[in-house]
């Protein structure tokens, strides 16, 4: 079965840290991999993806996400943490050739702290 | 804003009741997909409809159903509600209907009282 984990349900950071929401899948073939961002009482938006190449993807508001093919992760990162990204990130994925069905993590809530 | 409307915002009914959500997608996108969002599955993929066709379903329960009309907004029809269905409901909507980014609607809270 396809499955993604987002290991941990909380993660704190102070402001200017750099800070890491982990996010590793279990989907078969080579899957397309995504970084949605939810905003209290807003829907989900779409901050990277992945599709092949390069596995640093760079995305919107200073965020990127790390490929690693062997680890099946997809980690999202930020050099140096704004109070304002303070939000629920959801990891997302879609495998490849079977119609546009995306998978969800069940999304980590950031806080960073000023 | 992503230019996906959903309406209404919040919807609280009882136990066994039917309720419809309507979704109208960005102006130019022919794909709706419906996700449900709960404390404890977090954000469920339901369906998809690519104008006016249903192309992938996800976990939707028989009691919902959904359609796409002409015009390209979508519907939601969620009945016997249980307390278990309180959720929130996303709507979003892509271009065509394999693409790889989708816009998100704000949602539809359903509270089954």
């Known amino acids: 079965a396809q499955s993604v984990a987002q290991p941990e349900d909380q993660v704190n950071v102070a402001e200017g840290n750099p800070l890491t929401v982990k996010c590793t899948y279990s989907v078969s073939g080579n899957p397309y991999l995504f970084w949605y961002v939810q905003y209290p009482n807003r829907g989900l938006q779409f901050l990277l993806k992945?599709?092949?190449?390069?596995?640093l993807v760079k995305g919107s508001y200073g965020f990127e996400a790390e490929f690693n093919k062997s680890q099946t992760s997809f980690h999202l990162k930020k050099p140096s943490a704004l109070v304002s990204d303070s939000a629920l990130y959801f990891c997302a994925v879609r495998p490849r050739g079977t119609g546009n069905q995306f998978y969800f993590g069940t999304g980590t809530s950031l806080t960073v702290i000023p | 804003d992503s230019g996906v409307t959903q309406t209404p915002k919040h919807l609280i009914t009882a136990t066994g009741q039917r309720v419809t959500l309507r979704c109208s997608p960005r102006s130019g996108d022919l794909s709706v997909y419906w996700y449900q969002q709960s404390l404890d599955q977090g954000l469920q993929f339901l369906i998809q409809?690519?104008?006016?066709?249903?192309?992938a379903k996800g976990n939707i329960l028989e009691r919902f159903s959904a359609q796409q009309f002409p015009d390209l907004h979508s519907e939601l029809n969620l009945s016997s509600l249980e307390l278990g269905d309180s959720a929130l409901y996303f709507c979003?909507?892509?271009?065509?209907?394999?693409?790889?980014?989708?816009?998100f609607g704000p949602g539809t809270r359903l509270t089954v009282l």
């Open positions: 409809y690519y104008n006016g066709e249903e192309r």
């Open positions: 992945y599709i092949t190449g390069d596995n």
């Open positions: 979003a909507s892509s271009v065509g209907g394999t693409d790889l980014e989708q816009f």
